[in-house]
């Protein structure tokens, strides 16, 4: 089992940043690829971006890309999500999964179906 913990969610002003952190416990012998998902009032969760195990290879939801970066510090076990220059539509719970066995293709890590793993989910508000 691996327990999964997201930390730095919060309320910002449209145009600011915000660190997310996705911390790891338990059984984490194994390298798991992470996911970060997002699930606004009355939408469906959507993948926002991920990485595999060593961190060679990230993937972005495509209206993200150049606004977000993901990173990890295996040494920590913890998965980061930088959010940069955010604005209103970013409004929602934002979740980490991991998996392991996941591979690192785009279609594995984007699938939220692939996580058995997942955090509570931190909360993002970002006023305008």
């Known amino acids: 089992q691996v327990q999964l913990v997201e930390t730095g969610g919060g309320l910002v002003q449209a145009g600011g940043s915000l660190r997310l952190s996705c911390a790891a416990s338990?059984?984490?012998?194994?390298?798991?690829?992470v996911g970060w998902f997002r699930q606004a009032p009355g939408k469906e969760r959507e993948f926002v971006a991920a990485v595999n195990w060593n961190g060679g290879s990230r993937y972005y939801a495509d209206s993200l890309k150049g606004r977000f970066t993901i990173s990890r510090d295996n040494t920590k076990k913890t998965v980061y999500l930088q959010m940069n220059s955010l604005n209103p539509e970013d409004t929602a719970v934002y979740y980490c999964a991991a998996e392991t066995g996941i591979g690192s293709s785009y279609s594995g890590l984007s699938n939220s179906y692939k996580y058995d793993y997942w955090g509570q989910g931190t909360q993002v508000t970002v006023s305008s």
């Open positions: 338990g059984h984490t012998v194994n390298p798991y690829a």
